[in-house]
């Protein structure tokens, strides 16, 4: 089945400054990538995705690109909040239904 | 993006009792919502998938009878913990693909669940 790397697994940044998140898939079938952002306690939120056949996509600040040959796609956010502050997730999805495959998420902390 | 809400957000109960999970399609009709277990610092994991109307497929090493699942309506699934012990003390989770967006998967707020 399909495996999602996700890396780092921590992250740490300073207000202003740029944070990027990068995962890896197994699958080269798989055609849809989110991105979500979980607060403690809470649950994830749907903040950006991209399909398989767009190489990137941006919304305000952030933004994810997509490399098909290399199986690998990306999530950047700029000019960081500390309201940015929490863990991030990525998965990958293949064929029809919404099955999605989760990486291991990273834990962004944006220092004031 | 649309509301799947999810109750209660906490539970404590005793061992051996059983516990109920509701998850609520708000604005959509979901014929398909999946149910995730999360432990502290750790990704989502999926435990079974929500059909409507039939019966929900359990991922491997998920004991369904354990785990019951119930999808009665287009905008309601169900997940019980039976008999729960300590070790299933954790943080669940349920999704639903909203049928206009295809792909998207919304989540629920989630459920604390403590088992003393």
């Known amino acids: 089945g399909e495996n999602v790397e996700q890396h780092p697994s921590t992250l740490s940044v300073q207000e202003g400054d740029s944070a990027v998140i990068k995962c890896t898939y197994s699958d080269s079938a798989s055609n849809y990538f989110p991105w979500y952002k979980q607060e403690l306690g809470k649950g994830p939120q749907l903040i950006i995705d991209i399909r398989s056949n767009v190489g990137e996509k941006k919304d305000q600040r952030i933004a994810v690109t997509l490399n098909k040959t290399a199986k690998h796609f990306s999530l950047h956010i700029t000019e960081t909040q500390p309201e940015d502050s929490a863990v991030y997730f990525c998965?990958?999805?293949?064929?029809?239904?919404?099955?999605?495959?989760f990486g291991g998420g990273t834990r962004v902390l944006v220092k004031p | 993006g649309a509301v799947v809400s999810q109750h209660p957000s906490r539970v404590i109960c005793k061992s051996g009792t059983s516990v109920k999970i509701e998850c609520r399609s708000l604005d959509f009709q979901a014929t398909t919502m999946f149910w995730y277990r999360q432990f502290p610092k750790q990704s989502l994991m999926l435990m079974a998938t929500s059909n409507e109307g039939s019966k929900a497929t359990y991922e491997q090493g998920v004991e369904k009878d354990k785990f019951l699942i119930n999808h009665a309506s287009l905008t309601l699934s169900t997940l019980t913990v039976t008999s729960a012990h300590p070790e299933d003390s954790s943080f669940y989770i349920c999704s639903a693909g909203h049928p206009s967006t295809n792909e998207k998967l919304f989540f629920g707020s989630g459920t604390q669940l403590s088992v003393l």
């Open positions: 998965a990958a999805k293949k064929g029809a239904g919404n099955k999605l495959t």
